[in-house]
T-cell receptor, first 114, second 112 residues
Framework: DAGITQSPRHKVTETGTPVTLRCHQT?????MYWYRQDPGHGLRLIHY???????DKGEVSDGYSVSRSKTEDFLLTLESATSSQTSVYFC?????????????FGPGTRLLVL | SQQGEEDPQALSIQEGENATMNCSYK?????LQWYRQNSGRGLVHLIL?????REKHSGRLRVTLDTSKKSSSLLITASRAADTASYFC????????????FGQGTRLTINP
């Protein structure tokens, strides 16, 4: 998985609780992304980062926030989890902007919100 | 909104046969990529085709791109059981940020 780890790999939580997912890379790539994958929707971009403290919204950013205080870590936070946020979350990294346009994906985090 | 629509949603063929999957998209693109996902795993990049290219090969993979029809196809020749997976197309419309928009995927099953 190209030096990308996600933690936790599985989580069950209750509606209304905060949840933070972590993505860690060892590749020193500038760009990092958070996607969610749901049946019938493929992958949808939540937020992405183009550098330390530089982030921007994706297609489905409502209810999510992100932070990137170090190049290697990109955190996704659900401030108050809802059942609609039950999903599989994938982190990805890339060398976008350098001519290398492949994205490399982590193993995913399965989140169940009860 | 979803940029890519993939067809078929599911495909089941015999080992050794060729598999063709199609992807249509809505807006102008910088490039189009195909990814594979094995069950329970992350996505793995297969091949990228740029908007000024019409065909590209990589091993048993052949990708075509028709920008006038806003469509692409992925052909896997001489399929193997290990090719069983979901295949996704993803479009990149803006140069630089690489904000990929994925299709819903085609579930390919290769029967031994």
């Amino acid at each position: 998985d190209a030096g990308i780890t996600q933690s936790p790999r599985h989580k069950v939580t209750e509606t209304g609780t905060p949840v933070t997912l972590r993505c860690h890379q060892t590749e020193n790539h500038r760009y990092m992304y958070w996607y969610r994958q749901d049946p019938g929707h493929g992958l949808r971009l939540i937020h992405y980062s183009y550098g330390v403290k530089d982030t921007d919204k994706g297609e489905v950013s409502d209810g999510y926030s992100v932070s990137r205080s170090k190049t290697e870590d990109f955190l996704l936070t659900l401030e108050s989890a809802t059942s609609s946020q039950t999903s599989v979350y994938f982190c990805a990294i890339s060398l976008a902007g350098t001519g290398e346009e492949t994205q490399y994906f982590g193993p995913g985090t399965r989140l169940l919100v009860l | 909104s979803q940029q890519g629509e993939e067809d078929p949603q599911a495909l089941s063929i015999q080992e050794g046969e060729n598999a063709t999957m199609n992807c249509s998209y809505k807006t102008s693109i910088n490039n189009l990529q195909w990814y594979r996902q094995n069950s329970g795993r992350g996505l793995v990049h297969l091949i990228l085709i740029r908007s000024n290219e019409r065909e590209k090969h990589s091993g048993r993979l052949r990708v075509t791109l028709d920008t006038s029809k806003k469509s692409s196809s992925l052909l896997i020749t001489a399929s193997r059981a290990a090719d069983t997976a979901s295949y996704f197309c993803a479009t990149d419309s803006i140069q630089g940020a690489q904000k990929l928009v994925f299709g819903q995927g085609t579930r390919l099953t290769i029967n031994p």
